[in-house]
């Protein structure tokens, strides 16, 4: 699954290593996109924060690299624990790869990262007026039950099947090897 996309982008697990690389994504994202992923105007400094919590709330990150680079990222944390069966979900695409799949991409991997902790209700952190996020959402509606009210989707397919587990597994061994590789690049990249 760890497949190649979008001009040799790639799509695979974050590891805890790597927040640094999420938390410069981050920072990078133009004014508008920064507010559609926090749902209002937030600093660096509120970045940088967020960043520093995601190290105590059990998430799971996906990001899209292109040689060794983050330039997407979708963060599914639970609310609470695991154990409550619901959970919270935000993307985050840099400009020059976004209407290029990439959310998509990214919005499959949650959906089956949420499966399998069997999360019931998935929250999506949504202004009303982001008509794309809106957009990307309806693309799932096989997988979504979708209340655009009240920014809450509801996964269709609840249980966690076998496949469904070794899908997971098995793009994690990639993910932890491209990791690796992807460090490794950007320790070659001249400054
Ligand atoms: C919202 C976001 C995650 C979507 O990701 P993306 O990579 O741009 O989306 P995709 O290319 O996968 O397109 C998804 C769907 O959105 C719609 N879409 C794409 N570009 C669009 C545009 N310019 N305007 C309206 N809808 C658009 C299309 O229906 C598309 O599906 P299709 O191409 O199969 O028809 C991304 O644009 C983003 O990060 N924006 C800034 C932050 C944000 O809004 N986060 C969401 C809140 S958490």
């Excluded at 154990?83 to 949650?110: M, T």
Aim: hydrophobic content about 45%.
């Amino acid at each position: 699954m760890d497949e190649l996309i979008a001009e040799g982008g790639q799509i695979r697990k974050l590891w805890p290593f790597e927040t640094g690389a999420y938390r410069d994504h981050l920072l990078r994202l133009d004014v508008a996109s920064r507010r559609n992923r926090f749902g209002g105007a937030v600093s660096d400094d509120y970045i940088r924060s967020h960043i520093r919590d995601l190290n105590h709330l059990d998430a799971v990150l996906y990001g899209f690299f292109v040689d060794g680079t983050l330039h997407a990222a979708a963060e599914l944390r639970p609310i609470g624990t695991w154990k409550s069966g619901e959970a919270e979900a935000a993307f985050s695409v840099e400009q020059n790869w976004q209407s290029h799949g990439v959310g998509s991409a990214l919005l499959e991997r949650i959906l089956l990262t949420a499966r399998n902790r069997a999360i019931k209700h998935l929250h999506f952190a949504c202004l009303a007026h982001n008509q794309r996020m809106q957009q990307l959402a309806r693309k799932f509606d096989a997988d979504l039950r979708f209340d655009f009210d009240s920014v809450v989707g509801e996964v269709r397919a609840q249980r966690p099947t076998p496949m469904s587990m070794v899908r997971e597994a098995a793009a994690d061994g990639y993910a932890l090897v491209n990791a690796m590789l992807d460090a490794q690049t950007r320790l070659l990249k001249p400054r």
